[in-house]
């Protein structure tokens, strides 16, 4: 013959020969059974053979069919192997990252741009996501993530552990309700303004206020949010002061969208911080070494800053 028969007649009639059956296979294929009957009829014609034996509730392959079979479904098999090979060398020179969203939003992607001038041809995928990326499944190089576990003690059993940047936690609020009081002088202070509290933190309001040394102070009135982006605009909009991120927060702090009220913070293990999670496998992948001490230069910086 001088042309092989067209693949799509034959990827139907792999299907209706492995369910003995056009409905299965039209439903599988996302066409008609009708559909099918058609294919299979073509490719009948094209090979001038019968390749079913069509009963009323089954199909049986001749043995014509049966001849044609198992080297298609080999056939097929490679073709799919073929693909997936592309596949995953596209995704082999991508390096992805999965990155707690408040942190990519704030620190990571203003510095993004740094990393791909430096390295000059590596793609990059960022995703956002406060969950450990699946590794098992490829779907992350590494990950970018808050514990407030300190680096002794990771949450993240069977993974690289590596500490990226420190929290400090600081009160923070618009400098347009600042002018609404006298200067503040102690952290009872606060209390004339809403509390904005972030459900997600485990450092909470009673935890500063311990720590500035005012230890009966239990703050659960105010606005509250699911998200630290939700509490950072809420703040920025003048509805209250909130307990914050440096980290997240230092571009309004530079700009003078926010001011710290009173400088007392949270640090250490009460506070927590980011640390990068890892397979060990990851490690010699030239891409992860690039971005690993490229993004470790980048948080020894803003920490001495």
């Not at 309001?205 to 630290?228: L, M, T, Y």
């Amino acid at each position: 013959m001088a042309h092989p028969p067209p693949l799509p007649a034959l990827r139907t009639f792999e299907a209706a020969a492995r369910h003995c059956s056009f409905k299965l296979a039209a439903s599988e294929l996302g066409v008609t059974p009708s559909a099918v009957s058609r294919s299979v009829h073509s490719l009948e014609s094209y090979l001038n053979t019968q390749l079913f034996h069509r009963r009323p509730r089954s199909l049986i392959l001749t043995d014509a069919g049966k001849k044609l079979l198992e080297p298609l479904r080999e056939g097929l098999r490679l073709i799919q192997e073929g693909v997936d090979g592309v596949i995953a060398q596209q995704k082999a020179d991508i390096l992805t990252v999965s990155c707690a969203p408040s942190l990519a939003r704030a620190w990571l992607m203003p510095r993004l741009s740094g990393f791909l001038e430096q390295t000059q041809g590596v793609e990059t995928r960022l995703i956002s996501t406060s969950r450990l990326a699946d590794f098992d499944n490829n779907e992350a190089d590494l990950s970018i993530l808050y514990s407030q576990h300190r680096s002794e003690h990771p949450p993240w059993h069977g993974l690289i552990v590596e500490p990226l940047l420190e929290e400090r936690l600081v009160p923070a609020c618009s400098p347009k309700l600042l002018a609404t009081s006298p200067p503040l002088k102690s952290p009872e202070d606060l209390l004339m303004f809403p509390l904005l509290h972030t459900e997600t933190k485990a450092t909470t309001w009673e935890v500063w206020f311990k720590r500035a040394g005012s230890k009966n102070i239990h703050p659960k009135k105010g606005i509250r949010f699911n998200r630290s982006t939700l509490a950072i605009e809420a703040a920025l909009a003048g509805l209250g002061v909130i307990l914050e991120s440096e980290t997240l927060i230092r571009p309004h702090l530079l700009s003078g969208a926010l001011k710290v009220p009173l400088d007392l913070s949270v640090s250490g293990p009460e506070a927590g911080g980011y640390f990068l999670v890892y397979p060990a496998s990851k490690q010699k992948l030239p891409k992860f070494q690039a971005f690993k001490k490229w993004v470790l230069g980048e948080s020894a910086m803003f920490m001495k800053g």
